[in-house]
């Protein structure tokens, strides 16, 4: 069995502030509507185009942002999975108790509940899994958990930049997760629920990002919109023997500075300097490739079909 998955996590501009130490204030109307009104429909414009099944996870909160509801029906309609990517996106959420971040869940069930949705998977905010998360992911019956990001690339630079910006007294509201992160299997994995980074024996399944073999390169959008050609191809190509292809994209892939981004956060996400168009090129390449020899669909038909398998 092999299978390809393309989810994106829609996390507004507040998000990407909050990440940066920046102000939600730089954030006027037009750049609270972008996902509405730029980034979903370039993103399902990729989907028709490569014919291919897609998640998005959705923020709670965000689902009352400008235009929002209309864009999540119409994607919905179109055949997008809706899961959850958390009411808060509290940065902190794996530090709460679980009947604190069982509300939280709550919460965004209820959101969700309102566009006829009750979503059966879950994303961590910032990847991060702890025990008392995963119970709650659990308890409230969803089928499949998407958190876990064993990059290791990928953590020492986030240590790295939340260093930095506590050196510039702007301190991140990221945090970083336990480095226990780093031994987590790479491929689909029946979790412990004590130990979510350790294989054991929940209803539930975990699907890992896709991170390359031996390297652990990241194989997310960022990465794979902003890297020399190259080596985004070889790192492609280094993970063709898993059963899963699990690509991560963030809305913000399919955005550029020209949208109407505020330039203090594009100083910041460098991403955002290269153009939308010359991303999406890459994209539309990738997303056929992934169709080429491997079975397309959404993650939670990955949940469903690897589920007797792991
Ligand atoms: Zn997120």
Not at 21 to 39: I, Q, T, V
Not at 85 to 93: A, F, K, Q, R, T
């Given at each position: 069995?092999?299978?390809?998955?393309?989810?994106?996590?829609?996390?507004?501009?507040?998000?990407?502030?909050?990440?940066?130490?920046?102000?939600?204030?730089?954030?006027?109307e037009r750049a609270r509507g972008l996902l509405a009104e730029k980034a979903i429909p370039r993103l399902l414009e990729l989907f028709a185009a490569a014919n291919a099944p897609a998640t998005f996870f959705v923020i709670g909160a965000d689902v009352s942002l400008p235009g929002m509801k209309r864009a999540l029906s119409?994607?919905?309609?179109?055949?997008?999975?809706?899961?959850?990517?958390?009411?808060?996106?509290?940065?902190?959420?794996?530090?709460?108790?679980?009947?604190?971040?069982?509300?939280?869940?709550?919460?965004?069930?209820?959101?969700?509940?309102?566009?006829?949705?009750?979503?059966?998977?879950?994303?961590?905010?910032?990847?991060?899994?702890?025990?008392?998360?995963?119970?709650?992911?659990?308890?409230?019956?969803?089928?499949?958990?998407?958190?876990?990001?064993?990059?290791?690339?990928?953590?020492?630079?986030?240590?790295?930049?939340?260093?930095?910006?506590?050196?510039?007294?702007?301190?991140?509201?990221?945090?970083?997760?336990?480095?226990?992160?780093?031994?987590?299997?790479?491929?689909?994995?029946?979790?412990?629920?004590?130990?979510?980074?350790?294989?054991?024996?929940?209803?539930?399944?975990?699907?890992?990002?896709?991170?390359?073999?031996?390297?652990?390169?990241?194989?997310?959008?960022?990465?794979?919109?902003?890297?020399?050609?190259?080596?985004?191809?070889?790192?492609?190509?280094?993970?063709?023997?898993?059963?899963?292809?699990?690509?991560?994209?963030?809305?913000?892939?399919?955005?550029?500075?020209?949208?109407?981004?505020?330039?203090?956060?594009?100083?910041?996400?460098?991403?955002?300097?290269?153009?939308?168009?010359?991303?999406?090129?890459?994209?539309?390449?990738?997303?056929?490739?992934?169709?080429?020899?491997?079975?397309?669909?959404?993650?939670?038909?990955?949940?469903?079909?690897?589920?007797?398998?792991?």
């Amino acid at each position: 069995m092999r299978l390809s998955a393309l989810s994106v996590d829609l996390d507004s501009l507040t998000h990407y502030c909050r990440i940066q130490g920046l102000p939600d204030s730089l954030l006027d109307e037009r750049a609270r509507g972008l996902l509405a009104e730029k980034a979903i429909p370039r993103l399902l414009e990729l989907f028709a185009a490569a014919n291919a099944p897609a998640t998005f996870f959705v923020i709670g909160a965000d689902v009352s942002l400008p235009g929002m509801k209309r864009a999540l029906s119409g994607a919905h309609a179109a055949g997008v999975e809706l899961a959850s990517h958390s009411y808060s996106h509290d940065y902190g959420l794996s530090r709460r108790t679980q009947p604190e971040i069982e509300a939280d869940l709550a919460r965004c069930e209820e959101a969700l509940g309102e566009l006829g949705v009750k979503p059966a998977g879950f994303r961590a905010p910032g990847y991060t899994l702890s025990s008392a998360l995963l119970k709650a992911v659990a308890a409230r019956g969803y089928e499949y958990d998407s958190s876990a990001f064993p990059a290791t690339p990928y953590y020492l630079a986030k240590a790295s930049v939340m260093g930095a910006l506590e050196v510039l007294r702007r301190p991140s509201r990221a945090i970083l997760d336990s480095p226990r992160v780093l031994l987590a299997p790479r491929t689909p994995y029946r979790p412990s629920l004590e130990h979510p980074y350790r294989r054991g024996d929940a209803a539930l399944v975990e699907l890992p990002m896709a991170v390359a073999p031996f390297t652990r390169l990241p194989f997310i959008g960022t990465w794979a919109t902003s890297m020399p050609w190259p080596l985004v191809e070889a790192t492609f190509r280094s993970l063709r023997r898993d059963a899963l292809f699990n690509f991560e994209l963030h809305a913000i892939d399919v955005l550029d500075a020209t949208d109407g981004v505020p330039p203090e956060l594009v100083r910041q996400q460098r991403d955002l300097t290269v153009p939308a168009r010359v991303k999406m090129e890459r994209l539309g390449k990738l997303f056929a490739w992934l169709g080429a020899d491997r079975d397309r669909v959404s993650v939670l038909e990955a949940a469903r079909r690897l589920r007797a398998v792991v």
